[in-house]
């Protein structure tokens, strides 16, 4: 078979053509009616024999002649995240005169549509527009999407393909949305952090219901034997701050798939935390960017598309320890060690190893 190989090898790489059943039952018969019209001579079975071999010849060149000048091109959403479902469309336009009858166009996992359309008729010198559900598998800059275009008009006889590449990168952030547990942790840190928000300062403001995920030291006894409901004080708020997002690089290769699910959790975290407007500061060994105001969520979301593991860089301890910490790293006690959770900080949340595998991390 290695003269198969060789002739595959020699086959044009965007071009390839498979013979359905149809195809060679009529191959069959063209062989049939030849033997029968070279043994016996007979004028009328060449004649066949001429009529079939034309029709074979003039389906391969029709079929061709429709893949031929087809472009394809995609409309996508300015912001894409992964694992999630997005509304795009495909538009493919014929640059020739001819129409073309019959295409499919499928794509691959790796254009993020991997499912088919069916286009009856491409008019000549049209573009057509077909809207189709996108889904990127992971986060990660996409540079390449491959498309398959197949048809076998007009008699079946053979299904003819063209593979075509668009060459446009796309930049897949993490998922944003929800896996278990982040929801809860979510939860956490908003609930502290609006509890600790209201204020530090001795200068009292009101007495109000109580809400949930606050801490009880500010339950106000009195008024909740008075009112027969729990009641807290709340004080004057001192000064704005912000919630403090470090996820550590420093990380190895055995523990690719928790820097991957660290990954997804800071941008669920600084999204949401973004979308309640929240001011926070994203910190890496090699990225600080802090929002609103020197970028916005999409600044950290495109950086955190792209970002990779750094083994062997050493991370920072904290500038201000008077701010909110939320810290992902495999090694915690390195990171308390650079002063992580200590000091004056207002609440700290240390997420390692068994954070994102049914463990809460340390608190």
Known sequence: MRWWHELKSRWPGNLRQHVTRAGLVYSATILVVALAAF?????????????????????????????AGLEIDLTLPEHISARRKLRAAVRLNNLKWTPSFSIHVAGTPESGFDASIYFPVIPGRTLLEEPIDLFFPRRGLWRERS?????????????????????????????????????????????????????RSHDFYRIRPYEALESARHVDWRATAHTGSLQVREFVSEEDYHVILYLDLDVPHTQEPW??????????????LSLRGARVRFRTQEFDVTLPG?????????YLAVVSRKEGSKPEGPEDSSHFQVVLS??????????????????????????????????
């Open 330 to 363: 495999p090694d915690l006690q390195r990171m308390s060690a650079l002063g992580w959770g200590a000091g004056e900080t207002r609440g700290c949340r240390l997420l390692g190893l068994d954070a994102f595998s049914g463990g809460s991390g340390a608190p």
């Open 294 to 302: 020197e970028g916005t969520i999409y600044t950290i979301l495109k």
């Open 147 to 199: 498309f398959q275009f197949t048809t076998r008009f007009p008699f079946g006889f053979a299904e003819r393909r063209e593979f075509v590449t668009t060459r446009h990168e796309i930049v897949v952030y993490p998922c944003l949305d929800a896996p278990p547990g982040f929801e809860a942790l979510l939860a956490s840190v908003t609930g502290d952090l609006e509890a600790r928000q209201r204020g």
């Open 259 to 272: 820097f991957e699910k660290a990954v997804d959790c800071a941008a669920f975290l600084a999204y949401r």
């Open 39 to 67: 043994v016996s001579a007979n004028n009328l079975l060449f004649l066949i024999l001429a009529a079939m071999l034309s029709v074979l010849l003039i389906s391969g060149f029709v079929s061709k002649l429709g893949l």
